[in-house]
C-alpha cells in the first residue's frame, strides 16, 4: 500500500510538471510581446561539457547546465553527429540495488536559477549508438532541444574515462552494456 502511494505520489508529480510546462508553452504563445528571455534556450549554458571516448558502440555526454531564467526549463531531447540515437538518461537503483540507467520520464529539468549536473553514475546524455570512434583530444557537437522547441548547441571534448559502464535497461539487455 505504501509502495503503491509512493509510486503515485512520484505520478502525480510528473504530471503536475507536465501540467506546468504546458501552461508555459501556453503563456509563451499567448503573449506575442515576449522577449527572448521567454525562450527556455535563452537562459541556458553548459559549462565543463565532455564525452567519453570509445570506440563503437554507446557512450555518454557529461556537463553542468545552468538555467539563468525566472522558469524551469526542460530539455526533451539531444542529437549529434556522433551518434545515430541518444537518449536522456537517468542512474537508478534496480530492484536488487544494483545501479542501472534508463530513459528519463519527461527529459531533464534544469530548475529556474539553478543547474543540473550530467555527470558519470547520474543523469547523462546517451549516445546509443555512435558513427565512428570517438577518440580523445576529439570534440562532438551536440544540439538540445527543450519543451518549447527551441535549441541550444554545444561542443564538447572527447575524454578517456574508465567509468560510467551502467547497465542499460532496455529491449536488449545484453547488446545494450557499454563496452570498454
Ligand atoms: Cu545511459
Known sequence: MIRTLTQFGRLTAVAAACLLALTGCASTAANTTADDTAVDSAGITIVDAWVKSADSGMSAAFGELTNASDHDVTVVAATSE????????????????????????????????????????????????????????????????????????????????????????????DDMDMDE
Open 82 to 173: 556522433a551518434s545515430d540515437m541518444i537518449e536522456l538518461h537517468e542512474t537508478v537503483a534496480d530492484d536488487a540495488g544494483e545501479m542501472v540507467m534508463q530513459a528519463v520520464e519527461g527529459g531533464f529539468v534544469i530548475p529556474a536559477g539553478g543547474s543540473l549536473t550530467l555527470e558519470p553514475g547520474a543523469d547523462h546524455i546517451m549516445l546509443m549508438g555512435i558513427t565512428g570512434p570517438l577518440e580523445a583530444g576529439g570534440e562532438a557537437t551536440f544540439v538540445l532541444t527543450f519543451s518549447d522547441d527551441s535549441t541550444y548547441e554545444f561542443t564538447a571534448p572527447i575524454k578517456d574515462f574508465s567509468g560510467a559502464n551502467e547497465n542499460y535497461v532496455g529491449d536488449d539487455h
